[in-house]
């Protein structure tokens, strides 16, 4: 088992430390008035922040609330950017490089060159190993109901104070994991927040794999899946799993949480997965054929923003790459008046 993190703070909170920080937190919204504003006094601002931290009587800001609708209504916090700053040193020079050799091969979320798609790759992997082995197999799906909102912050930092050693760094997680008013949870929007989900999680990776011995398992986030050889099989790993994340965690599954057989595939990451193929999910087609009645609409008006455009439609192309869905490209280029400028 690795050793706890230990005499990191102060040796990581430097100037230099701090710039590199706020690059990574500009990175893509450098036309932002706020990062503009902060940048018009770059050398004070990050100064000023140094010490702040270096005193104590650093403070988070106070967030920013919004909703957004896809893929389904959530309320997102957002701090000032300076704040941005902050979680983006904590996390990339304090936690990360002294936490990622304590998750599991197969967990996905938040870690380099473990993403969405290297997800998915190894899902159909397994799916495929299960079916040259068995034949027929089933699928438990796993999904925790408000997941960000029902984090117990009390059992989080049992989790953290457990990896921690250094009584600086120790203090300055307490600041990050306790702000904010609500009782409960971690905001949705904060860089330091997907960090501390991962890590909250990682107990049950750890459970899963250790003590329930189960071979063909792995996780993004909060959605995760467990290959099983019957349906017995799988009923028993979910009333397992159910009770220890109650017991444990004060985590609860949601309505979507089940076991089926392997003909139906898996919905994960973006796409339906099965043994010999993918596709991307009804609801990312239904997206792209929404945003393309609306370029033809501005497209007639003469309003069209083709730059807009390109991105998005090339975001979509490199998503859809990873599935089995040529055709489908095909079919909806040509639904867009506008094709031959594109």
């Known amino acids: 088992m690795p050793k706890t993190i230990k005499h990191v703070f102060d040796e990581k909170l430097t100037f ?28 004070s601002n990050i100064a000023n922040l140094l010490r702040k931290i270096k005193d104590g009587t650093y403070k988070p800001g106070k ?43 197969k967990t996905f979320a938040c870690i380099e060159d473990r993403g969405a798609h290297s997800a998915v790759d190894y899902l159909q992997k397994y799916m495929r190993i299960m079916k040259r082995n068995y034949g027929s197999y089933y699928i438990l799906k796993c999904d925790i109901k408000s ?93 397992i799993i159910e009770e220890f994340l109650h017991e444990h965690l004060h985590l609860e599954f949601n309505n979507k949480t089940r076991y089926y057989p392997n003909s139906m595939g898996v919905d994960f990451c973006g796409y339906k997965v099965f043994e010999t193929h993918r596709l991307i999910r009804k609801r990312s ?18 309003i069209l923003n083709l730059k807009e455009v390109e991105e998005t439609w090339n975001a979509w192309l490199g998503h859809i790459s990873h599935a089995n869905c040529y055709n489908l490209m095909l079919r909806y280029r040509d639904l867009m008046e506008f094709k031959d400028i594109l």
């Open 147 to 239: 997941y960000f909102y029902s984090i117990n912050r009390e059992i989080l930092m049992k989790i953290l104070s457990r990896m921690i050693s250094d009584k600086k760094l120790l203090e300055f997680t307490k600041l990050l994991v306790y702000e904010g008013d609500d009782e409960c949870g971690i905001p949705i929007g904060n860089y330091s927040s997907q960090y501390f989900a991962n890590i909250y999680l990682n107990t049950l990776d750890h459970f899963v794999k250790e003590t329930l011995q189960v071979k063909y398992y792995l996780r993004y986030m909060d959605d995760f899946i467990l290959l099983c050889k019957t349906k017995e099989e799988a009923k028993e790993y979910k009333k």
């Open 285 to 302: 087609k239904d997206k792209i054929r929404r945003r393309i009645r609306k370029w033809n609409k501005d497209y007639r008006a003469g």
């Open 16 to 43: 230099i430390n701090l710039i590199r920080a706020h690059r990574r937190a500009s990175k893509n919204k450098r036309n932002h008035k706020e990062v503009i504003l902060f940048e018009m006094d770059l050398e």
């Open 63 to 105: 967030y920013r609330e919004f909703y957004v609708y896809e893929p389904k209504k959530r309320l997102i916090k957002s701090l000032p950017y300076v704040d941005r700053v902050v979680h983006q040193w904590y996390v990339e020079d304090l936690i990360k490089p002294y936490m990622e050799r304590r998750f599991i091969s």
